[in-house]
């Protein structure tokens, strides 16, 4: 009587090879998961970078066409207290229903509740959020016509000139 | 992907900065011509001169006494009162103007009558009105006569139009050469008037020291820029106002 026996795996090498497989997934499993818990947390990050860029640019626009006072110099008053920075100036604006050019006075916030834009006109008054989260904002004047900006939040630093 | 969205977003932030750059130095090429006594070589960009040493200076209202300390001159109120009538027909600027200059410091160069009235609240189609009637400059700028309109003098010396029209030839052909030719003229129309202290603030030079070039694209205007004469004789920038920016 012959016996014929199929060429197999044993049952050792199979355990061996699910348990080699079950470490490989649990391996894979939390770096894939560590892999997107990063990228969105890269994401937000960079989506607030560019959102502080965007801020600073239009800041630098309204500085850019502040009126000016009796002495010359542009009107724009600033207040910084316990990393939080507020900044008024008087600018001329295109009224959206008139299209006429007309005075506005523009009010900068940035503190704890955010980055905030308001705009002060005889037309109304509008206020809008740029951004909702918390900032650390240092204002300092660092020449006679220019003034240094930094906003600091848990991620980054970020730092603009304006010219006055 | 999300590195792909960032660098794409900078990339257009970046391009924003790269235009904002451009009007800049667009804007600094326009702010040259005056200085260049040149008309624009741009297509559709034409240019107009004015000039505004013949215009009322409000700084004429205020001075210093002793101490320092700002004090309004009464007797240019009545003044203002009647440019604002005749220019835009609204004489109640006056309180608000003579009230922010008490406050005010020193009027100094860069400051501009769109500011002025931008600090008062004014609308600025009232502005405009105004602009040909008054401006705003160190109180060395003085009204010179031999530049200024029929308005003006209307105003300056409380004349009729047609005693005002009559004055203005005069001082154009030289019939009234000096100081003293305009007040004997005066001394006709308003008997026992002392016009010296109001003539302190006045000149007949027909020496420019203050002008302006309105900058229009395809007729409309953009730019308004306003430059004056300083203490050395330069020419130098004192205001200059863009609504917006044509780009080659």
Same mark, same amino acid.
């Not at chain 2, 420019?208 to 070039?213: G, I, Q, S, T």
């Given at each position: 009587m012959s016996s014929y026996r199929k060429p197999a795996f044993t049952l050792i090498e199979l355990l061996v090879s699910l348990a080699l497989s079950g470490v490989l997934i649990v391996l894979l499993n939390s770096q894939i998961t560590n892999s997107i818990f990063t990228d969105v947390k890269?994401?937000?990050?960079?989506?607030? &970078?560019?959102?502080?860029?965007?801020?600073?640019?239009?800041?630098?626009?309204?500085?850019?066409?502040?009126?000016?006072?009796?002495?010359?110099?542009?009107?724009?008053?600033?207040?910084?207290?316990?990393?939080?920075? &507020?900044?008024?100036l008087k600018r001329f604006g295109i009224s959206p229903n008139t299209q006429q050019l007309h005075g506005v006075e523009v009010i900068w916030k940035f503190d704890n509740s955010g980055i905030t834009r308001s705009i002060n006109s005889a037309e109304g008054n509008?206020? &809008?959020?740029?951004?909702?989260?918390?900032?650390?904002?240092?204002?300092? &004047?660092?020449?006679?016509?220019?003034?240094?900006?930094?906003?600091?939040?848990q991620h980054f630093t970020k730092s603009k000139l304006f010219a006055l | 992907m999300n590195g792909f969205?960032? %660098?794409?977003?900078?990339?257009?932030?970046?391009?924003?900065?790269?235009?904002?750059?451009?009007?800049? #130095?667009?804007?600094?090429?326009? @702010?040259?011509?005056?200085f260049e006594n040149s008309i624009p070589v741009q297509p559709d960009v034409s240019a107009?001169? =004015?000039?505004?040493?013949g215009v009322y200076n409000l700084s004429f209202l205020k001075a210093r006494d002793v101490h320092n300390a700002n004090y309004i001159i009464e007797e240019q109120i009545p003044i203002v009162r009647r440019l604002l009538s005749l220019c835009a027909n609204k004489p109640e600027l006056t309180e608000p103007i003579v009230e922010y200059l008490?406050?005010?410091?020193? =009027?100094? %160069?860069?400051?501009?009558?769109? /500011?002025?009235?931008?600090?008062?609240? =004014?609308?600025?189609?009232?502005?405009? @009105? =105004?602009?040909?009637?008054?401006? %705003?400059?160190?109180?060395?700028?003085?009204? /010179?006569? #031999?530049?200024?309109? /029929?308005?003006?003098?209307q105003a300056y010396f409380d004349l009729s139009a047609s005693q005002a029209r009559l004055l203005g030839r005069y001082l154009a052909d030289g019939t009234i050469p000096n100081h003293a030719a305009v007040m004997s003229f005066l001394a006709k129309h308003h008997k026992g008037k002392d016009f010296s202290a109001s003539l302190r603030n006045t000149a007949i030079s027909a020496r420019? /020291?203050?002008? #302006?070039?309105v900058l229009n694209f395809k007729g409309e205007t953009f730019a308004y820029l306003d430059n004056v004469l300083n203490r050395e004789g330069n020419w130098i920038k004192n205001r200059n106002f863009f609504l917006w920016t044509p780009v080659n």
């Open positions: 890269i994401k937000k990050q960079n989506e607030y &970078r560019l959102e502080i860029e965007s801020v600073l640019e239009q800041l630098n626009a309204d500085i850019l066409s502040a009126s000016h006072q009796p002495n010359g110099q542009k009107s724009i008053k600033f207040y910084a207290l316990e990393n939080k920075v &507020r900044l008024h509008y206020r &809008r959020i740029l951004s909702s989260k918390q900032v650390n904002a240092e204002i300092e &004047r660092v020449g006679e016509k220019v003034i240094k900006l930094v906003l600091t939040n | 969205t960032y %660098i794409r977003h900078h990339t257009n932030l970046l391009k924003q900065s790269e235009n904002s750059v451009i009007i800049s #130095a667009q804007q600094e090429k326009f @702010e040259l011509l005056p107009q001169f =004015v000039t505004l040493s008490k406050l005010a410091g020193d =009027v100094e %160069i860069g400051f501009g009558l769109i /500011d002025f009235l931008n600090e008062l609240s =004014v609308p600025l189609d009232t502005g405009v @009105e =105004v602009l040909p009637c008054l401006r %705003i400059l160190p109180r060395s700028y003085k009204l /010179d006569l #031999a530049l200024a309109s /029929d308005i003006t003098l420019l /020291d203050h002008k #302006a070039m």
